[in-house]
Each structure stands twice: as C-alpha cells, then as structure tokens.
C-alpha cells in the first residue's frame, strides 16, 4: 500500500539537502566579496527554510507521525525526543542566523566570520538530523504504523507541499522561489521550464542534482531520471522528480522504504 507521507518526507529531504549545499556554496562565495545581490539571495533562502521546511515540514512530523510512532514503538522514544527538541530548535537558529547575516551586511567583515561559523553549525546539525529520521525513523514508521495510523498522517503531509519538490507555489511565493531558483548556485540552480520536453537525458542533467541522483547507485536508476521530464508547471520539479524509484512506487512496503531511506541518508551524506 501506498506511504504518500513517507515518499513526501523522501522528497523533502532531497530538495532540503540540495538548498543546503547550495546555501554553502553562496557562503563560500560571501567569504571573499560578498555583493548587495548576494545578501539578497541569502535573505530568501533563509526564509524559505523558516517558512518551508521548519513550519510546515518539522509541524507534520512532530504533530502527526512522530506521536502515532510513540504509541506503535515506544522503543524510539529517546529518539523522536532528540527530534522533537531539534524541530523545536529549528526556529530560533533560523533567527540567530538572520541577525548574524543583518550584522553581516551592516558591519561588514568584522561580522562575516560570525555569520558563517553560525550557518556552517546550522547545516551539519540539519543534514544530521535529516539522517536520523532517515536511518532511523522513516524505516521503523514503515514497518510498525496501522493502515489507519496511515491514513491520518497521509492526509496530513499531502496538505501543504513544498514547492522544491515540484510542485507550483502559490501565487504569494511564486517570486520568491523564481528569485532562489534563477540566482541560487547549484544544485539548486535550475534551466528555464522548456527543457522539461527534451530527452530523458536532457532532462536528468537540467541540474546537478538531477544529474548526480540519475546516476546514483541506484538498480532503478533509469526510471528515476526517466521520470525527471514529467514536468509540472514550476522549474523546481527535477530535484524531486529524479528520486529513487523506491520512493515513488504506488507499492511501498517496509522493505522499499528501508532502501528509500538508506539511498536519502547517502544522497544527505554527500551534502554534508
């Protein structure tokens, strides 16, 4: 049976590795000359993350799957507590890091050495805790959770989709993601939507991403990059769409997931 919550989690993760890498990049770029467009730049990225993935990705998580996951394993309780206190810290870094850059901007390179320690701390701990619900969580929900544990907590996740993983935002955060995807350094960076009509090849290189999970160690990984090109409306769809095929099927069983999760903690791992 289908884990739509679980093949959203997979997705998201992804598309939040990629940003992340993408995020040092520009931080590697900020070290030497850091322009006004640039400030710019880091400013939507980092409030994506606030409003994306640390509002809605960590709200489903800690409020739906990870409670029903406490009543099926109470063995992982230690686990989804370590969890639970990081999505509650996710915020608050997310503000540390804003004043950081501001005094960045504003004081010049006295202040840049400060905000780049603190975002360099800010992915590791994220790519970390990314891992853990991959290796950890994400197989165990799939072997334990009810049919209708299940149907509450896919509900849940299919409500609000994050747009990286290939899915149109709505129209107040449509630029906002026009500005991270056009100007963002790879593997976020992506080519203009026609390209979505080329090849199966064309399309598993529209970026990086897409080029790097095509040919991960991966027995599908044709199908994966196959179904690069089915393109919706907005440019983001080849981070996600380039998945495993694992994380696609309309089949999923614990097995497929376990592999799911241990070829994302790799994908993760390569980010870190």
Known sequence: MSRSAL????????????????LRMLADRMRERAS??????????LFYIDEFPERLHHAKESGVLFPRLRLRAPQASAVLDRLDAEHARGEAQ?????????????????RRQAFLDGLERYVRFYLEH???????????????????????????????????????????YEALFTKI???????????????????????????PVSAELATSKNPDSERAASSAKSYSPFPATSIARAAPACCA????????????????????????
């Open 181 to 207: 995807l056009s100007s963002a350094p790879a593997p976020i960076a992506t080519t203009p939507p026609a390209r979505a009509t080329a090849s199966t090849n064309n399309a598993a290189s529209s970026s």
């Open 130 to 172: 990314m891992q853990i619900e991959e290796r950890d969580m994400l197989p165990l929900a799939a072997a334990t959770l009810s049919e209708d544990d299940w149907r509450e907590i896919d509900r849940s996740f299919d409500e609000n989709r994050d747009p990286l993983t290939g899915h149109k935002p709505s129209e107040q």
């Open 249 to 272: 099927s309309s089949a999923s069983t614990a097995s497929t997931i376990a592999t799911c999760s241990s070829l994302n903690s790799k994908f993760i791992s390569a980010h870190a």
């Open 94 to 110: 997310i503000r540390e890091l804003e004043h950081l850059l501001l005094a960045f901007e504003q004081m010049g390179a006295p």
């Open 7 to 22: 093949n959203i989690i997979h997705e998201e993760h992804r598309a939040l590795a990629a940003m992340l890498r993408s």
């Open 36 to 45: 006004a467009s640039d400030f710019d730049l880091m400013r939507a990225i």
